[in-house]
């Protein structure tokens, strides 16, 4: 049971434009969300995170939406660069649990910025 | 700051036998978790130790063990290795707040034949 969902394998995109991944969970008990970059041969790159309490969160080029009652987030990369083209997992978690350490990931989405 | 390390970072295996990961987290950190990824499930959590203590365990069967020391530093076994264990296995330090970012190692690529 696949409890986060990044429907899209890939997605190409120019170099300059808008890059939008999106992620789509089904646990309601969900209240902090991430996303993570990972390049080959590396380990994932933390990039952004959301808390249920907000529905946006910018830093630099990358600003995360979150639609609870959609239950669907999205990263947003602008202007996408070259050095984009990585691998992006949404993840998420439960902090009811205090310490609750355990990140749910979505399959992942392959980001490819064409120059 | 140095970041996390995973040791091997390749490691060849035959069906039956056994391997032991190993992962030191980031100076500081006191919660180290493993995951496992595979092209068709993806990142998938395996359990989460946090100071010796294991806080938090995913679905896998029992062949699937780990251990943290009083380093923080953790190690992670596998047991009667099966080919469906060849996976990137990645660990993550963090703080060990719930909203504290996990910070991954570059992995370890574990193949079974």
């Known amino acids: 049971d696949q409890q986060v969902k990044q429907n899209s394998p890939s997605l190409s995109v120019q170099e300059g434009r808008i890059s939008i991944l999106n992620c789509d969970y089904t646990n309601s008990m969900f209240d902090y969300f991430l996303w993570y970059k990972k390049y080959p041969a590396e380990g994932p790159t933390f990039l952004i995170s959301?808390?249920?309490?907000?529905d946006k969160n910018e830093d630099g080029r990358f600003t995360v939406f979150l639609n609870k009652s959609a239950k669907h987030l999205s990263l947003h990369i602008v202007p996408s660069q070259p050095g984009d083209s990585a691998v992006y997992f949404c993840a998420a978690t439960s902090t009811s649990n205090f310490g609750n350490e355990k990140l749910t990931f979505g399959t992942g989405t392959r980001l490819t910025i064409i120059p | 700051k140095a970041g996390v390390t995973q040791t091997p970072r390749y490691l060849i295996k035959t069906r039956g036998q056994q391997v032991t990961l190993s992962c030191s987290p980031i100076s500081g950190h006191r919660s180290v978790s493993w995951y496992q990824q595979t092209p068709g499930q993806g990142l998938q959590f395996l359990f989460e130790?946090?100071?010796?203590?294991?806080?938090n365990k995913g679905n896998f069967p029992g062949r699937f063990s780990g251990r943290q020391f009083s380093n923080s530093r953790s190690e992670m076994n596998v047991s009667t290795l099966e080919l469906g264990d060849s996976a990137l296995y990645l660990c993550a330090s963090s703080r060990g707040g719930a909203t504290d970012t996990q910070y991954f190692g570059p992995g370890t690529r574990l193949t079974v034949l």
């Open positions: 959301i808390s249920s309490i907000k």
């Open positions: 130790y946090f100071s010796e203590t294991q806080r």
